[in-house]
């Protein structure tokens, strides 16, 4: 009788090619992705060692990190000498012969949003790219890690990449989510109970009646944030939510190849007596909607709660907070939706459904960035630009943009913004920017109000 496997076993072995003596395996990998920030590096220097890429069909880039997001962008950034590496990327990208989708590309957007969109990604392959945020895709059943550039040089060249298996880990959301509360509000509890260093040496299987519950973009938020956890990767088991969503999608499987596919993936699950090295269990009912009071994701609390007593001293001195100080209410400069944590259609049409009719505060400075070109225009289809610029905010063409300070643009320095980022680290949005994570509901209220705000006393009016 065959030992019952965990979704993470299956995966893994199945992309095994030898094992290395002392730990570790040889890993096939099925995709790589670059964006322009170390896409060229990646290229150029394979090229430089007289190596080609050994696969261009399973190799894509595109333009996102440093990319201007203003409205009527070119290859300039604001980012100092930033455009060579839009240049670069785009010479070196047509040389080795793979995909690249540029700066107004139809298909052109932050990668983790553009990867399922276009069904690069797909149940049960391995997908790299140098960026943490990788394991975003792991909500499709995949195994997706992020990686330095010498690695991805390494996969373009071979195909495969070495690495060290780390343990096992599940996290289970028992029941489902009360009003008012979303798949980030889940990942900032499991980091708010257990730490941004609680996956660390883990992969990491979300599972439970409120994953499954989840839509496919919310299982991206609850796996874009398990590089915050410090684990390698998060996954969801694929569904029927997953083969709709995949299904007809560009570089999915199509025809009768599609129904094989769909037949193989369905055996990516977890076994019912797999073991674990780790177990959590969360009640979702009990999540509440969560917002950063620090200077590391874990630092979270919910928005009803006041900072912890035994706080850090020197996240209090950055944030400039008091232990004790109730985090709803706190006054803030500035709000920002976008990321590949929360930027795609269905989170702006939850944040325009709270902001319809309504104004934000005065002096607070609100941008909204959409995912992907594609998640723009379906929202422009849908009126919810409108919505976003009658109450105030800014909208933008698609990329990475405000979510750290590396296309040149940042918020004032000193200033405190709530954001649906992924990460509040010291100026990580810019000099001194104090950022506080939330969902996109949260992000609203609070632009709203002028200060951190619930947003079911908003929906409540």
Known sequence: MNQPQSL????????????????????AIDRVFLHERTGA????????????????????????????????RTDQTLMPGGQAFITETRAAAKTAGI?????NDPNQGIVHVISPELGIVLPGCTLIAPDSHTCTQGAFGALAWGIGSSEAEHAMATGALRLAKPKSMRVTFTRKLTEGT?????????????????GKGHAVEFAGEAVTALDMEGRMTLCNMATE??????????DDKTYTYLRGRRYAPHGAMWDDAVASWKSLRSDGQASFDQEITID?????PMVSWGTNPGQTIAIDAAVPSEAEARALEYIALKKGQPIKGVPIDAAFIGSCTNSRLSDLRRASALLEGKKIANGVKA????????????????????????????????????????????????????????????????????THIA????????AIAGAIADPREIANG
């Open 439 to 446: 969902s996109p509901e949260t992000v609203v209220a609070s």
């Open 99 to 103: 995909t690249l989708f540029d700066v």
């Open 367 to 434: 941008i909204c960035v959409p995912g992907s070109t594609r998640v723009k225009r379906e929202a422009e289809a849908e009126g919810i630009d409108q919505i976003f610029k009658n109450a105030g905010f800014e909208w933008r063409e698609s990329g990475c943009s405000m979510c750290f300070y590396a296309g040149g643009e940042s918020f004032d320095a000193g200033s405190r913004v709530i954001s649906t980022t992924n990460r509040n680290f010291e100026s990580r949005q810019g000099p001194k920017v104090k």
């Open 229 to 238: 956890f410090s684990a390698l990767s998060g996954f969801i088991a694929p």
């Open 284 to 288: 979702a009912r009990k999540v509440a």
């Open 41 to 72: 590096v990646a290229l150029n220097s394979l090229a430089e060692e007289g190596r080609k890429v050994a696969d261009p069909a399973r190799v894509f880039a595109v333009t996102d990190h440093i990319v201007d997001t203003r409205p009527g």
């Open 182 to 198: 979303t798949a980030k509000d889940m990942i900032l509890t499991l980091l708010a109970n257990h730490g941004a260093a609680g």
């Open 8 to 27: 993470f076993d299956k995966l893994w072995d199945s992309h095994v090619i030898a094992d290395i003596p002392g730990g570790g395996a040889l890993i």
